[in-house]
């Protein structure tokens, strides 16, 4: 089992281009998650998946989007990249629906936009 | 409004010692609270759980010590190694979300 993988591991963007980070897991897990990590702020959750076709907010989802067209993977897209949304962006992925299920997390996902 | 406040922000122990993190939250809601080591380049990995219904939980050198009626939980790391040097995010989950602390980078000296 491969756990959680994360794709590319490093990007630079320039400022208003577009990208997507791929998210993909092989534990049949039911939710996805995506962060972004900044130093001294932790990690904040950007947007979350509770299944297959399902999408919501999380603590900072302005200009980013996401889709989960199939269980094992999710995206997250930067329609338009500001130098703000450089950061480190972490997936996860748990089996269910208990606040209590372990979260699994992927290697990350280093962006740099200039 | 940060719903998990973590500190210190940095911690600096001698091999052998003691480090001791500490978070407190606001959300009465949670009913999870896990420790998540990273190390650096690495994502975050859970090290240790409670739940609210428990005052203390012990795995190996790692103990939560939880106060309910204060809202804080903290992290003790016994007999700390070098190998222990990461980075520790405490977290609050509710809803199948966790809040995460701002994370506390510990360094064990040789």
């Known amino acids: 089992n491969a756990g959680v993988t994360q794709t590319p591991k490093f990007r630079v963007l320039k400022t208003g281009q577009s990208m997507t980070l791929l998210c993909a897991q092989d534990?049949?897990?039911?939710?996805m998650y995506w962060y972004r990590q900044d130093p001294g702020m932790g990690l904040r959750l950007i947007h979350y998946?509770?299944?297959?076709?399902?999408?919501a907010k999380g603590e900072v989802p302005d200009g980013y989007n996401v889709s989960r067209l199939k269980k094992q993977n999710f995206l997250l897209g930067l329609e338009s990249a500001a130098p703000s949304q450089t950061s480190v962006y972490f997936c996860?992925?748990?089996?269910?629906?208990?606040?209590?299920?372990?979260?699994?997390f992927g290697p990350g996902t280093r962006l740099l936009v200039l | 409004q940060q719903q998990v406040k973590q500190s210190p922000q940095s911690l600096i122990v001698q091999k052998g010692g003691i480090p001791i993190i500490n978070c407190a939250y606001e959300?009465?809601?949670?009913?999870?609270f896990p420790w998540y080591q990273q190390f650096p380049g690495k994502g975050p990995a859970l090290l240790i759980a409670?739940?609210?219904?428990?005052s203390e939980k012990k795995e190996g050198r790692f103990t939560i010590s939880f106060n309910k009626s204060a809202k804080q939980f903290s992290l003790h790391i016994m007999d700390s190694q070098p190998g222990d040097s990461a980075t520790y995010f405490c977290?609050?989950?509710?809803?199948?979300?966790?809040?995460f602390g701002k994370g506390t980078l510990l360094t064990v000296n040789p």
């Open positions: 409670i739940r609210p219904d428990v």
């Open positions: 998946s509770v299944g297959e076709g399902t999408t």
């Open positions: 996860a992925s748990s089996y269910g629906p208990d606040s209590q299920e372990t979260q699994y």
């Open positions: 977290g609050g989950g509710s809803n199948y979300k966790l809040t």
């Open positions: 534990m049949n897990h039911e939710y």
């Open positions: 959300n009465t809601a949670f009913d999870y």
